[in-house]
């Protein structure tokens, strides 16, 4: 039995074939909207058991006209009863001519005002503050600005910073120093231009289907392995169950009154576990085939909705995980074994879970020979990240007139053994623990100033890191070359998260103690940034701490952004090729090991061949 047909446009998108599934499955029949014949060999959705047929749609970036007028010819010619949009082009244009279009099938979008309002990114800023949620700290530049406008900005947020555009598509770029932010800011269009304060940490998105603001279903996902440093399609998500998201989502639902489909997506911060907005998408999302997979059937609850005003019944949520296998082509460009790994992070537990679709024979032999190409393709990529060390321009200045550098203790001196996925399970058995990681516990404690289940939870923790630096042993060649490092007047810190105990007698283990000017651990501070702020005070003194040189050399970017707020030059120590290629694509020098940095700094400094 037909329950209607439905004109899905346009079907370019990855999102667009768990909607062609989903309504087809639900009995109705399915025709592909297409901007291009060629598009349907290219595509995903070009080959499929779900498409009852497909239609020519004129691209609405070459012609708006053109493109209004073939989706009413197609609702026409094959009796449309609904047109669902896909790509974010598709809903703005769909929702700004409703009335025209719906006079022959029903447009399923809220008003052109509102999605234009809400996917303006700056206008969602004013949306956190009014509604009362954190937002990351931005300035908005129009075609004439005043520069001590940019300059106090700057001032006050402190690099690094992100540089992106105010609408869909926003293609932020990251700038770590001034000359950088200049330089982006002179290439970017005369149009509106965002800057915003860099937030580490992951992605989190809160996903409904709501009817002037009740909320008729949701979903939320957390991202595990993302396109860039700076974002970009997730190529692997996971269900997520978040009260704080949960309740944030419903509330920004509520104020604007939404009605349709939409997306909010958030970062939570990694050391203090706080949820930042970062905007609203009122369309299908990249993700949307994790909630499908997951048994939250947006697709089929939209056309239900408003074709026949039925809501969706409450039914269980799947825990699963979904990847993106084809997405992670991305990586080709930078060589077999990058992307290698980045398929190895991808890689599913179940293949079910994947775009890969088994049970669409057609579309899977398609996948199979996009994935095939971009493999074939990566083997003739050559390019440095097969070196282990990558050197910027600032890193090679650096290093002529560095006054200290700065070291994070595990997974750049040494790697503690230490499974801490064991560790934070055993403090949640033992109430040491409520929150989503060990770090968020500790900051938490520490900001409310709860000083016994601090301790409780260090001390507990302590006992794991301890055992672990038992097992090291020294390291000659460290020890030699950190000595000759004292003897050019460098001095030498280090900061961990780990306490000062079991930083002194690692140190102590590897035999470099007595070149190590200061220590700084979670007991002084758990905030990364003010670790290095502490150890900067403690060698040079407070009023000397801001004017010197320094390099600071960790393994995360939580090292690369506390480096270049206290104006210092990061380093990062990786053995990964997607952390080479996430640091080529931010500009940080990466080295192998501590010793190799450390090494080519000696060469630079001294201007030799070798050390």
Known sequence: MNKGNVLIVRTNYRKAYPVMESLKKAGYKVFAGLDSRDTALLSQTGFSRYIDGRVRIINPNVSEEG?????????????????????????????????????????????????????????????ARDVGINYPRSLLLKEKYASNILYEFVNTVGFP????????????????????????????????????????????????????????????????????????????ACSNFDSELLDLGRRIVKSIR?????MVEFKKEVEKGLLYLLEINPKFWGSLELAYRAGVDFPRYLVEFFLEGRKPEKKPIKNVCFSWTIDTSYYSKYGFKTLLEAFYRVL??????????????????????????????????????????????????????????????????????????????????????????????????????????????????????????????????????????????????????????????????????NFVDGVVGRDDAVIRVDQLRIALEKIFGEDKANKVSGIMVGDTLIDVKAALQRNMTPCLITHSYIGRAQARELNVSYFDTAISMANLLLTYRYNIKSF
């Open 258 to 262: 939404w009605t349709g489909v939409m």
């Open 161 to 236: 910073l992100v540089v992106k555009g105010v609408g869909d598509g926003s293609k932020p770029l990251f700038c770590s120093n001034e000359g950088s932010l200049l330089k982006v800011l002179s290439e970017r269009a005369k149009a509106n231009i965002l800057l915003q304060e860099f937030i580490i940490g992951f992605g989190v998105g809160y996903f409904v289907l709501s009817h002037h603001g009740e909320v008729l279903a949701e979903f939320m996902h957390r991202r595990i392995f993302e396109q860039t440093p700076l974002g970009g399609a997730s190529l692997k």
């Open 348 to 513: 599913p537990r179940n293949p079910l879970y994947s775009d890969l679709h088994l049970h669409d024979p057609p579309n899977l032999l398609l996948n199979i020979a996009n994935i095939s190409l971009s493999l074939l393709g990566s083997t003739f990529t050559k390019g440095e990240l097969y070196k282990n060390i990558y050197i910027t321009d600032e890193f090679k200045i650096m290093c002529s007139k560095c006054d200290v550098i700065i070291y994070d203790l595990d997974n750049t001196l040494v790697k503690l053994p230490i499974l801490w996925h064991k560790v934070y399970g055993d403090a949640l058995k033992r109430r040491l623990v409520r929150e989503a990681s060990l770090q968020e516990a500790f900051y938490n404690y520490s900001t409310k100033k709860d000083q016994d289940s601090f301790y409780a939870l260090s001390n507990f923790v302590e006992k794991y890191e301890m055992e672990a630096v038992e097992k090291l042993r020294k390291d000659e060649y460290l020890t030699q070359l950190l000595g000759k490092l004292k003897k050019t007047g460098i001095r030498v810190a280090v900061i961990s998260k780990q306490t000062k105990n079991v930083i002194i007698k690692a140190l102590n283990k590897l035999g470099i103690l």
């Open 67 to 127: 493109y209004v007028k073939s989706i009413i010819n197609a609702t026409k010619k094959l009796k449309i009863d609904i047109v669902c949009p896909i790509g974010f082009i598709d809903f703005m244009l769909l929702s700004k001519h409703k009335d025209e279009i719906e006079k022959h099938a029903v447009v399923p979008t809220d008003t052109y005002e509102k999605m234009s309002a809400i996917s303006d990114k700056w206008f969602v800023c004013n949306i």
